[in-house]
């Protein structure tokens, strides 16, 4: 029965994870939540607490750079290798390991202050947006008549 229960854990865990973002102790903690949820409505045994380790609590690095070097017009800056790129999310999460929340919450950073794409390319993708009629109110839309 045991296994019965893992089997579902796993399916039900892997669900979730395919459409949310979540960091490897988010992940524990969400099986150990979803197997002791089932096993308890199935009467089996209970997966024992673990405090969490203090893996992934580290204190706020400073920034390497100025704060106010960090988002340019043509570039933002990585703050883990120091690449200047237009845009950060990929690179940090293949290069470094790094979720964009971890990454913020790594260095003490607001997304909104600080965002991951430089203002050039943030702009251009806003042009192209007003283009496609994307974001515009209801009463606004252009109607297509049959």
Known sequence: MASEVLKL??????????????TPDQL?????????LLASLEGDMILPEVPEPLIG????RKPP?????IVKEKYVVCLECG??????????RRTHNLMPREYF?????DP?????????????RRKLAIEKGLGAQRGKRKTKTA
């Not at 609590?57 to 706020?60: D, I, L, Q, S």
Request: net charge positive; with cysteine; charged share 30%.
């Open 9 to 22: 854990t796993a399916q039900i865990v892997i669900s979730h994870a395919s459409m949310s973002e979540l």
């Open 28 to 36: 524990v903690g969400e099986i150990k939540e979803v197997y002791n």
């Open 57 to 60: 609590k580290e204190e706020v």
């Open 65 to 69: 750079i100025p704060l106010k070097d």
């Open 83 to 92: 690449k200047k790129m237009r845009t950060l999310k990929a690179h940090i």
């Open 105 to 109: 919450n790594r260095y003490g950073l």
């Open 112 to 124: 909104k202050k600080f965002p991951l794409v430089c203002k050039e390319y943030s702009e251009q």
